[in-house]
């Protein structure tokens, strides 16, 4: 598509509930990222993808968190038992190539409008 | 841990006047920099970038940053801001440890007509 789509943009849920939330990339964009903003804090990385694998999954904050990438393009961020403190924007942002070596354009990442999950 | 840290949290001019935020990190090799900018009920958007080269790098609707090694920092200018320059203002930089950006925790602008 013509844009990173995040699908729902708002998800309201019930402490202990499971919720998935859905990214499409930029058509061709190899690399696909989740981030998670919190009220008042900038992005702060969870996961990111190159193809299929999960290249870097050290930002997860813990075991409920989880994300696939089967086919390499659409992406899904799982979270199981939610808790309040889960609440904020959920970001993915795609770029194109292999993202690492420094003065690559892959490491100019497009960002999708998030979707916003509230844990009551 | 590379950390990115913006200084001014909200900033409120009028219309005309100069901006200059802030943007420090801590990695102290090689690394890529980027200003991104949120304008309300949109979604992130890159405004600029520094790869090598000049240190002096202008973007999009009239804004530059100057990247200064010696310093740790990439300062965002613009000589004059307007109503419609109004958003949240974000640094983030990519070192060699790791694929993602690290961004910091953001500057609200916010220009008076």
């Known amino acids: 598509g013509a844009g990173v789509s995040q699908t729902p943009s708002n998800k309201v849920t019930e402490k202990g509930k499971y919720v998935e939330l859905r990214c499409d990339p930029i058509?061709?964009?190899?690399?696909l990222y989740w981030y998670r903003q919190s009220l008042g804090q900038g992005p702060e990385f969870l996961i990111y993808?190159?193809?299929?694998?999960?290249?870097?999954d050290s930002g997860l904050p813990n075991d409920r968190f989880f994300a696939v990438r089967p086919e390499g393009s659409v992406s899904t961020l799982k979270i199981q038992r939610t808790e309040r403190g889960d609440s904020a924007v959920y970001l993915c942002?795609?770029?194109?190539?292999?993202?690492?070596?420094?003065?690559?354009?892959?490491?100019?990442?497009?960002f999708g409008a998030g979707s916003r999950l509230t844990v009551l | 841990a590379q950390s990115v840290s913006q200084h001014n949290h909200h900033v409120i001019l009028s219309e005309a006047a100069s901006l200059e935020l802030g943007c420090n990190y801590s990695?102290?090799?090689?690394?890529?920099l980027f200003w991104y900018v949120q304008y309300p009920g949109q979604h992130l958007q890159l405004l600029l970038k520094?790869?090598?080269?000049?240190?002096l790098v202008k973007g999009i609707k009239g804004f530059e940053a100057e990247f200064i090694k010696s310093k740790f920092s990439f300062n965002l200018r613009k000589p004059s801001v307007q109503w419609s320059d109004t958003a949240e203002y974000f640094c983030?930089?990519?070192?060699?440890?790791?694929?993602?950006?690290?961004f910091g925790s953001g500057t609200r602008l916010q220009v008076q007509p």
């Open positions: 520094y790869f090598s080269g000049d240190p």
């Open positions: 058509s061709g964009h190899t690399a």
């Open positions: 990695y102290g090799g090689t690394v890529n």
């Open positions: 942002a795609s770029s194109s190539g292999l993202a690492g070596g420094l003065g690559s354009g892959a490491n100019v990442l497009t």
């Open positions: 993808f190159q193809g299929t694998g999960a290249a870097d």
């Open positions: 983030a930089v990519k070192d060699t440890g790791r694929r993602a950006l690290t």
